[in-house]
Nanobody
Framework: QAQLVESGGDSVQAGGSLRLSCAVS??????????MGWFRQAPGKEREGVAT???????IYSDSVKGRFTISKDNGKTTLYLQMNSLKPEDTAMYYCAANYGGRCPSLTDGDWGQGTQVTVSS
């Protein structure tokens, strides 16, 4: 199991930037081919994937954030980041980080999750 704590959420104007952080405490078992990602959920909507980074550093982004968001991790893989640029009002949501292991990436039904950090983008 993994413990994840998000931070960095804030209220910003459209066009602004934020960097979210996720402190990750991972069990020994989960260190094997760790995959981590960011998800978000707006009120009344389903949770959706935003970005994922695999154990080898490869990344996947949702179409809605490509070119604007960047997912990264530190060398020790103890902190996950999401750099968000050119923010839009539709980016407003609770943002969650999540982790999985064994080469499997987190999904809505598989993985460990943080409590979330709120991002609000005003027009």
């Amino acid at each position: 199991q993994a413990q994840l704590v998000e931070s960095g959420g804030d209220s910003v104007q459209a066009g602004g930037s934020l960097r979210l952080s996720c402190a990750v405490s991972v069990s020994i078992r989960m260190r094997y081919r760790l995959c981590m990602g960011w998800f978000r959920q707006a009120p009344g909507k389903e949770r959706e994937g935003v970005a994922t980074i695999r154990y080898d550093g490869s990344t996947i982004y949702s179409d809605s954030v490509k070119g604007r968001f960047t997912i990264s991790k530190d060398n020790g893989k103890t902190t996950l980041y999401l750099q968000m640029n050119s923010l839009k009002p539709e980016d407003t949501a609770m943002y969650y980080c999540a982790a999985n292991y064994g080469g499997r990436c987190p999904s809505l039904t598989d993985g460990d999750w943080g409590q979330g950090t709120q991002v609000t983008v005003s027009s």
